[in-house]
């Protein structure tokens, strides 16, 4: 069983950044892939990035690609997701999920544990 608690979502102005964090319970972080996601209202959940159980790859979804960078420290059981060149767009719920297995996945039904999510709102 894993326990994810996501935290630093906010307010932000267009062009402007953010980091997310996500805190893992559990003594095996490092042996999960783990992912953010996120869900604007009225739109379906969709992929934002992932990361490998070491940390050694990364995946992002075409939109966010060259602004996001995802990174995860196994030593404190913690993802995060820095967020730059925010544009409204962004806007949405973002959660945390952890994958069983270390290969990368952008596939929402592929992971196993789910955070309560924090809101971003890009807005001026």
């Known amino acids: 069983q894993v326990r994810l608690v996501e935290s630093g979502g906010g307010l932000v102005q267009p062009g402007g950044s953010l980091r997310l964090s996500c805190a893992a319970s559990?003594?095996?972080?490092?042996?999960?892939?783990m992912g953010w996601f996120r869900q604007a209202p009225g739109k379906e959940r969709e992929f934002v990035a992932t990361?490998?159980?070491?940390?050694?790859?990364?995946y992002y979804a075409d939109s966010v690609k060259g602004r996001f960078t995802i990174s995860r420290n196994n030593a404190k059981n913690t993802v995060d997701l820095q967020m730059n060149s925010l544009k409204a767009e962004d806007t949405a719920v973002y959660y945390c999920?952890?994958?069983?297995?270390?290969?990368?996945?952008?596939?929402?039904?592929?992971?196993?544990?789910w955070g309560q999510g924090t809101q971003v709102t890009v807005s001026s």
């Open positions: 999920a952890a994958k069983t297995g270390t290969a990368l996945s952008g596939s929402d039904y592929m992971y196993d544990y």
């Open positions: 559990g003594r095996t972080f490092s042996s999960y892939a």
């Open positions: 990361i490998s159980g070491l940390g050694v790859s990364t």
